[in-house]
């Protein structure tokens, strides 16, 4: 079992629209998770981070985390042909090493 | 603006020729990162130095070192490079390892081999 999994394929929504992207994880004794966004071609550019249970929101983007189902998640309302780009879940662990999952691409249509 | 810089953006070399790839930070972080990340893949940790103190990732290939002169700079050396090693490779920053600490990252350089 990888570390962070980010199973589901390209993700294609209307603009306007909600984008919803999942993220699971397989160590219990992770405390923190990030979010980072790649646009093509360039570096993971940090757009949120959460540590406790619950939703965080920031803007039009918001974190859910669950540890008990060890699961995190982005929703991004109000999608823009701006947010086209791949998603990055990343999980910090007791080994302080963060562990990145290969990211969702959402596209976002006009 | 503080930042993390990379150079060469783009690098080209040939198959076997050493390369040194160059990071620089102006957020006077503690802790500097090199990743590799290849297309459509995650970012994968080579090794970071938290200070002067190396650490290296058990499966990082020798072919790979890295130098920290000083706290603002950061290298990575490629002595061997095989076709296998064309990747994006990036530095990261942070101010220490603690949990809440987030990771910065520079522009990326894009190596190609030849």
């Known amino acids: 079992q990888k570390e962070v999994e980010q199973n589901s394929g390209p993700l294609s929504v209307p603009e306007g629209a909600i984008a919803s992207l999942n993220c699971t994880y397989s160590d219990r004794g992770s405390q923190s998770f990030f979010w980072y966004r790649q646009y093509s071609g360039k570096s993971p550019e940090l757009i949120m981070f959460?540590?406790?249970?619950g939703d965080k929101e920031d803007g039009r983007f918001t974190a859910q985390l669950n540890k008990a189902s060890q699961y995190v998640s982005l929703l991004i309302r109000d999608s823009q042909p701006s947010d086209s780009a791949t998603y990055l879940c990343a999980v910090k662990g007791g080994n302080n090493r963060l562990a990145f999952g290969k990211g969702n691409q959402v596209v976002v249509i006009p | 603006d503080a930042m993390v810089i990379q150079n060469p953006r783009y690098q080209v070399t040939q198959f076997g020729k050493p390369v040194t790839l160059s990071c620089s930070q102006t957020l006077n972080h503690n802790v500097m990162y090199w990743y590799q990340q290849k297309s459509s893949q995650a970012p994968k940790l080579l090794f970071h130095y938290y200070d002067k103190d190396f650490n290296n990732e058990a499966d990082t290939p020798d072919n790979f070192q890295s130098r920290r002169p000083n706290t603002s700079f950061c290298f990575l050396d490629i002595r061997s490079p095989g076709l296998g090693d064309a990747a994006m490779y990036l530095c990261a920053t942070s101010s220490g390892t603690r949990l809440q600490e987030t990771q910065y990252f520079g522009p990326g350089t894009r190596l190609l081999v030849l």
């Open positions: 959460i540590y406790s249970n």
